[in-house]
């Protein structure tokens, strides 16, 4: 039976020698795929948890609509500034920032 199969393989080099690179391609593929989506998902990972380091709670506004990509909306209300103050005064808080985030564009003098 060993005979036959090396007589059939040996009669077909070719076909062998591209199954044989079809097969470590595909497996190539693959793991690179693997490689890149753990690299991506570490990478979001890892700014989300320095971008939030040493805040406990996070107060905003309701947005009025939802963002394209499902997240809250850049376009929300503002909170009032005396919200702050109040925000500062509770026990336990070290330290209240107030920031804005949002969407802007730049235009040239001629408004374009």
Do not use: C
Request: aromatic content about 8%; cysteine-free.
């Amino acid at each position: 039976m060993w005979r036959a199969t090396l007589k059939g393989l040996l009669a077909h080099r070719f076909r062998l020698i591209l199954t044989a690179v079809s097969v470590v391609l595909g497996v190539a593929f693959v793991a690179g795929t693997y490689v890149l989506t753990d690299t991506i998902g570490n990478a979001f990972n890892q700014l989300v948890t320095e971008s939030t380091e040493g805040v406990d709670v996070i107060v905003r506004a309701d947005a009025p609509f939802e963002e394209q990509f499902g997240g809250p909306g850049g376009g929300g209300e503002r909170i009032p500034e005396g919200l702050l103050g109040a925000i500062r005064g509770v026990d336990g808080v070290a330290s209240a920032d107030g920031s804005v985030f949002g969407y802007a564009q730049f235009l040239g003098k001629d408004g374009e």
